[in-house]
Structure formats: structure tokens, C-alpha cells
């Protein structure tokens, strides 16, 4: 059965419960988004830093031999590098690049597949 009465759906009851109960959810969910939001912000400052970028293959490109990338983080004072064993495979050229963009080379100390 069809109101005609009405000028729009939302001068129903139900339609004005269900629009309310929806902008209770948005901002419910926008609570949770804000606080995951700037739960990430706060590790991404605090770990962001030791992040690098793992560069492996030759510094110019060539079409013998590929490159990689990805990334690693810095785990002791010193400059001791943690990544993927198949970051860096089996790469003879090895550079770390840091958030600043100074590249250093590098070499694998160890691997565990």
C-alpha cells in the first residue's frame, strides 16, 4: 500500500529512526577511524624513522641485470639492518637509502630463508 500523503520519505517515523540510528553509527565510526587514524600516526613518528628502503641490484640500470627493492628497518645503533631474505636474494650491490635520503651501501651478514 502506498501513502500519498507525505511529501518525502523521511516524515515517516521508521525513516527518521533509521536516519538517526544511521548518524549514530557514522559517528561511532568515525570515533573508531580517528582513534586508529592517530593510533598510526604515533607509530608511524616513533618507528617511521628507522624504516629504510633496501635497494639490491646495479646503481646504473642495465638490461642484464634487475634490481629490487624494498624495505628494512634499523634495529641496533650501530646501522644493523633487518629485512626479508628475498629482499636482498642473492644481490652483490646492496644500498639502504633513510627517510632523509642518504644512501649508504651494504652487505648481507646473514640469511635465513
Known amino acids: 500500500m502506498l501513502d500519498f500523503t507525505s511529501d518525502t520519505a523521511a516524515d515517516t517515523p521508521s525513516a527518521v529512526t ?3 540510528a544511521h548518524d549514530a553509527a557514522q559517528v561511532d ?5 580517528d582513534a586508529y587514524s592517530n593510533a598510526l600516526i604515533d607509530v608511524t613518528d616513533r618507528v617511521g624513522p628507522a624504516v629504510v628502503r633496501v635497494e639490491t641490484g646495479p646503481k646504473v640500470r642495465n638490461a642484464r641485470e634487475r634490481g629490487g627493492l624494498g624495505s628494512g628497518i634499523v ?11 628475498h629482499v636482498v636474494g642473492s644481490s652483490k650491490e646492496i644500498r639502504l637509502r ?3 635520503g642518504f644512501v649508504t651501501d651494504a652487505h648481507v ?5
Open 75 to 85: 634495529i641496533s645503533p650501530d646501522g644493523l639492518v633487518l629485512t626479508n631474505s
Open 18 to 20: 533509521d536516519v538517526a
Open 98 to 100: 633513510d627517510t632523509e
Open 29 to 33: 565510526d568515525r570515533a573508531l577511524l
Open 109 to 113: 651478514l646473514g640469511v635465513d630463508p
